[in-house]
């Protein structure tokens, strides 16, 4: 079982940066492909980065990019998640996500290809 706690939200003004982690607690970090979603009120969950599992891909949705950045650090088993310039429509609940993979290059970005969820942090950028 992979258990993923994410940390790292807060209340933010508009132009503002956080650093979510996720961290997971697994013994074969480096088999998982990571991503992060992120769901407001009233809308469906969206991807927002990914990360394959050798993390030489990545994958950023036009929301985030040029803004965010996401990495892994496989010696602490954790996935970051870098938000730069946050505006208001960033707001929202973050979610860490994982799934076991053969591909090391392979990036996933549906919400359904994901096996494994935290529980989310929120994320509130004041205008």
């Known amino acids: 079982q992979v258990q993923l706690v994410e940390s790292g939200g807060g209340l933010v003004q508009t132009g503002g940066s956080l650093r979510l982690s996720c961290a997971a607690s697994?013994?074969?970090?480096?088999?998982?492909?990571m991503g992060w979603f992120r769901q407001a009120p009233g809308k469906e969950r969206e991807v927002v980065a990914a990360i394959s599992r050798s993390g030489s891909r990545t994958y950023y949705a036009d929301s985030g990019t040029g803004r965010f950045t996401i990495s892994r650090d496989v010696a602490k088993n954790t996935v970051y998640l870098q938000m730069n310039s946050l505006k208001p429509e960033d707001t929202a609940v973050y979610y860490c996500a994982a799934t076991i993979t053969q591909g090391i290059s392979d990036v996933y970005t549906g919400r359904y290809e994901y096996a494994y969820w935290g529980q989310g942090t929120q994320v509130t950028v004041s205008s």
């Open positions: 697994v013994r074969t970090f480096s088999m998982y492909a």
